[in-house]
Every structure is written in C-alpha cells, then in structure tokens.
C-alpha cells in the first residue's frame, strides 16, 4: 500500500518534470530533487536502546576505566557523543513517562516507581512517541523494561487472561516486556498483552498487599534465597532464589531466570528487526541492565573487578553489539538512527548484596557529577547519550549542548513527518538539528525532577533546587538527596554541585524560580481516569 503511494507520487514528480524546469530551473528543481529524494529514500529505522540506571561514569567512553565497554565505545565513534544530556526525572517511571509521551511526570498522577501491578498509566487517549511513528507507517515495538503499568486498573489484572490494556493500545505493535522491574513481580515476561510462556498448571496470582498462603518469602525464609540476597527491601516474594518486592503464586514454567533476561530481550529485538527488514521500523528497547537485582549471565561474570554491577555494564554492551550486529547483517545499520541513553543516574547499593559498594573502587558511576539515582544533583538526572545514524550524522562528533530527553518525541516526529495532535506530548519541543549534530543549540532550561518530587531548574550555567522535605541522606541506597529546607543554586561551571551561591545571586535564583512557576502552571491538564 505505501509503495504503491510512493511509486505513483514519484510518476507524478517526474511526469510534472521537464515543463516545470524550463519556467523557474532552479528553486523549483531543488524542490523537486527535495521531493524525489524524500520518495526515493525510505525513512531511516529508529532504535531508541534506554538503559535502566546506567550511569554517566559507567561506560568507557564517558571515562570508565575499570569495565570494557567495546560495542558502546564503537557506537560513540560512529555518531555524537553527548555530555549534557538529561533524563526528566531521577528514578524510572516518571523518566519513562515523560518520554514516551513528551509531557512532564508532574503534570500527571500516578508516576512515581510503578508497582508491579499498576495499571496503565499512559491511557490509550493520550499521543505517544509510538503513534507518532505508526503514524508515519512505521512498525512499532516496545521491548524489555516497562515500568508503565498494565491493565485497565491497579491491581485488577487477571495474569492468566489477556490483558485489557497494554503496550498495543498506546502506538506500540509489538511488545515483549518486563511490567516493571527485575525486581517486582509478577516476574514473568508479557507478549502481546498475556504472559509470554504461560504455563496453564501454575496460575498466577500477583498482590502486593499480602502473601499467598504457604508461599515462602525472603523475610521468613532467607535460606532459600540462593542466588543473592537483599541489603534492604526485597523481602518478598521469592523467584529463582531472589527475593522481591510484591508477592506473586505459580508462574511455573513461564518465570524468568534473572541471568537469561538480557539474552531474552536481546533475541526478541533481533526477531522484530528481522521481521521488519523490508519497511520502517522504530524500536524502543529498554534494557533491564543495570538495574537490581543484578545477576548476569555466567559468560559475562568476573571478567572485570567489579563485581556484579560491572558485569551487568559488559552486559549491557553486549546487547547493543548484538542489535547492531543484526543491523549490519541485514544492510540496514547505514539508515538506521540509534539513540542510547539511560532513564536516571546511577545507584551502587540498590538492594542486593551483590558487593557492588565493596568492589567498587575507583570507578566513578556518576562521573564528575554529585549523587545519583533518585537524588536532586546533577549525578541523577545526567545520563550519557549517543546518537548514531551512519547515512546522515557525521561520526566523531561531541556536543555539549543542554538537552532533556522531553524533547526527543518531537524532534523525532518532526524526523519522520508525524503531526502531533493538539493537546499532546505539550512540554516536547522540536530540537532535530541538536539531536542530529547539526547546531549545539542549548535548551534555555532542562526540568529534573528528584524522587521526592522536587524540580531543579538547570540552565548551562547554574542549577537551581528549590526547597524540598526529606533527609539529607536516603538510608538503604545510601545516596545524597540533595533534598534541604533552603534553596540551593549551583555555578555549574563545576559540575560537581558543592558550594551553594544562592544567597550571592538572588537574581539568579529568582528567574530560575520564574521558570518553574511557568511550568508549574503551564502545560496539559489532562486527567488521568485512574485514580488511587
Ligand atoms: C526502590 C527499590 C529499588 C528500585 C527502585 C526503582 C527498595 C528497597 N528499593 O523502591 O531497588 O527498584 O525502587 O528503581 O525496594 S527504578 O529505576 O525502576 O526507578
Ligand atoms: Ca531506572
């Protein structure tokens, strides 16, 4: 069908050809050639590959001396390495959720850290960065961590049925995914709306206010917990000898084995590339390295010293390799866009006595950045980000320009053609020639937003946390919150946010309050049906 669209507006093009040429030859002619490239060249395959609390220290080409990471390092050289780039906020589901719909978590109820049971948060009414591509024929697919909830209603899902509301109803084809995290259950993977290898003898049940009767659980039987055990939380239930958060029955064979994940994901990115060789494709693959609980494939461990966290890294890396692997098989790397990122900052103990704090050594997670995941510092929203596109970005490139990842829906639907309807993905704004190296272009400001809700405004030059509650340290992770009763603003010429100035730059601090208010009080009122 497109074909066939494409082939008679290109009759067309060069039917109108020769008479058209002899009255204006050249505006006319670059329109035309304009238009016949654009008929003749399909549109590039976009791959967005978003890790889950990867660091902007952890990868060798952000500076990461103490872990290989070969496939990432390739991909840098390939395109634009970026260093000022930002996830919209510091912990998952917000971050997520204010990617794919290009509209900040604030505006929207229900978008803290999503239990496994949620229901789904983005509704099928509202614009995602997958319609905007299906909209422009491509073949969507969301693969690996969700997070967004599932099912029309929290806690109402039937694991054992199809369910009523998933990845299908928001512009997604095709989805193989994780409803939450490694680390909630129900651990086991959803394809297409039910359970992916579902096994009729074992019903599954999920709650994540009490648990089934005779099921054991980390808390009361922490020997069965033989593969890692928790530092904090994750007392739950227990899944191959890992304890979680939620309690979950049966599953049977379906249950995933946490160190065949990233091969699982891995192999079903390959089989939607593979399926969709022939037409446009855009990919959200969302790996569960290097979240908790991390327990990496055998072939991956020990081959660098720092433990499970670093395997977890070279895992990661592995799975990019093997997707570009695949591109380049199939003649398709040339024209396709890769995006990599991550969806927050970096934590070391997330959990798990995986020895991640005791091996860590000199290895910086955040790089030169202050705190990490869940903290209003720069270390948790920074992220590293590399853009890659053989066919149309030149390789080798840097940029320092400020960038927020609400802004990739609408550079990217301006990429591709795709309208966004009035009222949706409001705070995106079209920034393609920033994400394509073509200008360095700052954002004037970057929104973070920090686990307890707090919104730092961050310009080139400064940040702003405005006053927020909470402890200075959050226990368990061990993170600096950088949550405090006065408003703090940081020069960042040093990255490392250490020497509050607000009170020398009063100025400052209130035109950055300015900022915040706007958006405050700007943006979408959407409501969302689901209420707690
Ligand atoms: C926390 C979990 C942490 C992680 C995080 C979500 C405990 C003690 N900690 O509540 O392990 O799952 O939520 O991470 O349960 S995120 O990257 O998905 O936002
Ligand atoms: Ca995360």
């Known amino acids: 069908m497109k074909k066939d669209y494409i082939f008679r507006l290109g009759t067309l093009a060069s039917a109108l050809l020769p008479s058209a040429l002899s009255s204006q030859p050249s505006a006319l002619n670059s329109k035309l050639s304009t238009l016949n490239s654009q008929l003749n060249r399909p549109q590039p395959n976009v791959v ?242 290097v979240h908790v609980p991390r327990f990496p494939h055998d072939r991956f461990r020990g081959k660098n010293t720092m433990g499970f966290r670093g395997d977890a890294i070279a895992q990661f890396d592995w799975t990019v390799g093997q997707v570009i692997s695949e ?41 030169p950045y202050r705190a990490g995941k869940y903290s209003t510092f720069e270390g948790g929203t920074v992220v590293p980000a590399i853009v890659s596109w053989p066919k149309k970005v030149r390789a080798g490139q840097e940029s320092d320009a400020l960038v927020s990842q609400i802004d990739w829906l609408a550079s990217l639907s301006a990429l591709v053609g795709a309208r966004i309807p009035k009222g949706g993905a409001v705070d995106s704004q079209n920034r393609l020639g920033t994400l394509l190296g073509e200008d360095r272009q700052d954002r004037p400001y970057v929104l973070e937003q920090a686990a307890n809700h707090a919104l730092s405004v961050r310009t080139k030059e400064w940040k702003y946390i405005p006053p927020s509650p909470g402890p200075a340290v959050i226990s368990g992770p061990n993170m600096e919150s950088g949550y405090a009763r006065e408003p703090q603003l940081y020069n960042m010429q040093q990255p490392y946010e250490q020497e509050n100035v607000a009170l020398q730059h009063p100025q400052v601090v209130f035109t950055l309050q300015s900022y915040l208010e706007k958006e405050r009080t700007g943006g979408a009122t959407y409501k969302s049906p689901i209420s707690k």
Request: one cysteine or more; glycine letters at 10%; hydrophobic letters at 35%.
């Open 48 to 289: 967005v590959i978003f890790a889950d609390d990867l660091g902007y220290g952890d990868l060798e080409c952000y500076g990461a001396t103490r872990v290989q990471t070969p496939n990432v390092n390739a991909l840098a050289k390939s395109g634009i390495r970026f260093t000022n780039v930002h996830a919209i906020a510091a912990t998952s589901t917000p971050s997520r959720y204010g990617l794919l719909t290009g509209e900040y978590a604030f505006r929207h109820p229900n978008t803290d850290i999503a239990r496994g049971n949620a229901g789904m948060i983005i509704r099928p009414e509202q614009f995602t960065i997958a319609d905007a591509f299906k909209n422009a024929g491509y073949a969507t697919a969301a693969i690996g961590k969700w997070h967004l909830g599932l099912g029309d209603k929290d806690a109402e899902q039937d694991w054992n049925a199809q369910l009523p509301m998933h990845p299908g109803d928001i512009g997604f084809d095709y989805h193989y995914i994780m409803a939450a995290t490694a680390d909630r259950t129900p651990c086991v993977f959803i394809e297409q709306g039910h359970v992916a290898n579902y096994d009729p003898s074992a019903p599954i049940l999920v709650s994540y206010e009490q648990n089934f009767e005779g099921e054991p659980t980390g808390k009361e039987n922490p020997e069965l917990l033989y593969n890692l055990k928790a530092s904090h939380g994750h007392n739950q239930s227990i899944v191959n000898g890992i304890g979680r958060i939620g309690y979950m029955k049966g599953g049977g064979k379906a249950l995933w084995k946490d160190e065949n994940i990233a091969d699982s994901i891995a192999a079903h990115a390959i089989s939607f590339i593979q399926k969709h060789r022939q037409e446009p494709f855009f990919m959200y693959l969302a790996t569960n390295d």
């Open 327 to 367: 591109l380049e098989r199939l003649g398709l790397r040339e024209n396709t866009l890769i995006i990599l990122s991550s969806d927050n900052g970096p934590v070391v103990d997330d959990g798990y006595q995986d020895r991640a704090v005791e091996l860590l050594g000199s290895h910086r997670p955040a790089g």
